[in-house]
């Protein structure tokens, strides 16, 4: 990491820094200022593409970015506790142990899925009737091996608006509306994960290469997705989950 490497063997003019190895023991690392000036640069050029405003930063890899405190904690708390109360009313068959771990799902999307040729749906042809959903046709899919012909889950459509608010469009599938808080907070979770979709998408967009802040050699191959341009749109619509 040097930028001089003659001057690695100088103990005088080397700075000591004391870092956590992964087995616990604390190290003693003797740096040049050069090394120590590297470093610090380094940790500034991490720094320097942090959204301060919406707590979330590049994440271990370009075009990848978190949050670890997305939510505050009165929302967090908040959260659980109505997480810890819509459990209580779950069967106990949503319930399943593999080895020592007790997992339990929240939000099912498979226990009460449209069933082609059962489930009922209003008939566009004739208004106000209803008729069993068709089976959809997959000739002019490029994936049929990915689609069921016999179920598929029921998406909840949110309006994310100019602002960036996430608001449910229709009630998520085995969450009854009484729930209304658990709704306020899934709409709030969407609505801060909004900028982290939008940075996403902005890096991934071709007008935006990825600058490298150190320059040379590299063993990460370049891609170039076809058509780019054409799929990147300002994320101002409908999200489905």
């Not at 959260?79 to 009313?89: D, G, H, I, W």
């Not at 779950?90 to 498979?110: F, M, S």
């Not at 009630?171 to 900028?195: D, G, Q, R």
Request: with cysteine; glycine share 4%.
């Amino acid at each position: 990491m040097s930028r001089n490497p003659r001057s690695v063997g100088r103990r005088s003019s080397c700075r000591a820094m004391v870092v956590q190895a992964e087995s616990g023991y604390n190290l003693r690392v003797l740096l040049t200022p050069n090394q120590a000036e590297y470093v610090l640069e380094e940790l500034q050029g991490y720094a320097s593409p942090r959204d301060v405003e919406n707590n979330c930063q590049v994440s271990c890899f370009e075009r990848i970015w978190e949050s670890q405190a997305i939510l505050d904690s009165s929302a967090c708390a908040s959260l659980n506790y109505q997480l810890s109360r819509f459990l209580e009313t779950l069967p106990h068959k949503l319930a399943h142990r593999e080895g020592d771990e007790l997992t339990r799902h929240i939000i099912d999307p498979y226990l009460h899925p449209l069933i082609y040729g059962r489930t009922l749906a209003y008939n566009l042809a004739r208004e106000g009737f209803l008729r069993p959903e068709l089976v959809p046709d997959t000739t002019d899919s490029t994936s049929p091996d990915f689609l069921s012909q016999k179920f598929a889950c029921l998406p909840c459509d949110f309006l994310i608006s100019q602002d960036g608010t996430a608001k449910a469009l229709s009630y998520i599938n085995n969450l009854h509306p009484c729930y209304s808080t658990l709704y306020h907070h899934f709409e709030e979770l969407l609505s801060k994960c909004v900028p982290m979709f939008e940075h996403v998408l902005t890096d991934l967009h071709a007008d935006n290469p990825n600058k490298e802040r150190i320059q040379g050699p590299s063993s990460s191959a370049e891609w170039e997705e076809a058509g780019a341009s054409r799929f990147f749109v300002r994320l101002r619509g409908l999200l489905c989950v």
